[in-house]
């Protein structure tokens, strides 16, 4: 478990910032996230390859953890990733809640925009926007090093693990 590059993938409301900065902590290594490329967090990005460009400047360094759910930034990580982590709602009316408990207490958020993040997470979940991929399907390729964790207590398990490495090294 030797992580030096490390991507964060999954379901909105999963915990990805959250674990990034768990493991920033642990393997004293900078983060990022892909919702600063946006200008609008999650609707309105920046230039499509002004963004990627300078993500993947993050890419070139020797450790990063980099988590997000924007496939289009992360994707040229995957292959430079040691880990990509994977994290999942199972049951989307606890996702549901989970957004719209976070929605509530966050800064600017609107009902309206709430809304239509919930209706985002419907429609990727059931695979209605077509022509795009699942996060399953995104990182087939990678499979080997995935790892998936779909809940408090699995990523707990693997923040518990890597801390005892840490300290056995």
Known sequence: MNYKKVIIIGDQGRGKTTLAKKLSEILHTESHSTDDYYEVKFTKIRDREESIESISKNYDKD??????????????????ADVIIYLKHNNIIY??????KRG????????????????HVYYKKRGLYKGKLSYEEIIAPYRSKVVELSSFKQIQNFIASLEIEKRVR
């Not at 988590?67 to 994707?75: A, D, I, W």
């Open 63 to 80: 450790e990063w953890i980099v988590e997000g759910s924007s496939p289009h930034l992360l994707k040229p990580g995957f292959q430079k």
């Open 95 to 100: 996702q549901w809640w989970v957004l719209i």
């Open 104 to 119: 509530f207490f966050a800064k600017n958020e609107t009902w309206k925009g709430i809304y239509r993040l919930l209706k």
